[in-house]
């Protein structure tokens, strides 16, 4: 450079008069009207994002339209919405006086090892672990009081794909039944 500055602008950056000559730095009023140049930006076809010259900041894109009308999906009623069916395996779980927390298992149990209880308030520290009955069935002795969570464990080197993946329980004075699960695939090395 001939004054001695060691600034260079960057590679086709050009000077600011340059730049603002240039059809690729024209930016569009931040308005959101639309810009006519009757330069030769127009013979160049619109690009849907341009660079900002350098120092400038560019503000994103404000929210589009938004459309008043209601979501209409096929084969639905326009009436008042229904309530939420709960899965099999949450509707099935009730709170019972009995001294136990007990489930069954439904599908191929072949590949099942362990039902694990984990806690209080722990995913990591097992409480717990019992084998199934032949049909299908465990229980655990009603742990302290806490928050418990149950998974199903496979023989060596299997992993289970069961419904619900694990269940949750938070534990009171009374313990729980239909902490029901179902094998629905197995994965074997």
Known sequence: MADGSSFMPPLGAGSP??????PIATVPPPSGERHQDTGTASQTPPLSAQASPPGMVSEPPGPGPVNEKP??????SPSAPSPAKLPPEVASLEEVTRELLSGRVAGDTSNVAWVVLFGPNSLTSVREQVLLAPDGSFSFKLPPQGKYR???VGKQGTTLVTR???QSL?????GF???DFKVVGAIAP
């Open 150 to 152: 149950i998974i199903l």
């Open 170 to 174: 938070e534990v009171g004075e009374y």
């Open 164 to 166: 619900p993946r694990f």
């Open 177 to 179: 039944a239909g902490i």
């Open 71 to 76: 979501l209409k999906i096929p084969g639905s």
């Open 17 to 22: 008069a340059e730049r603002a000559a240039s």
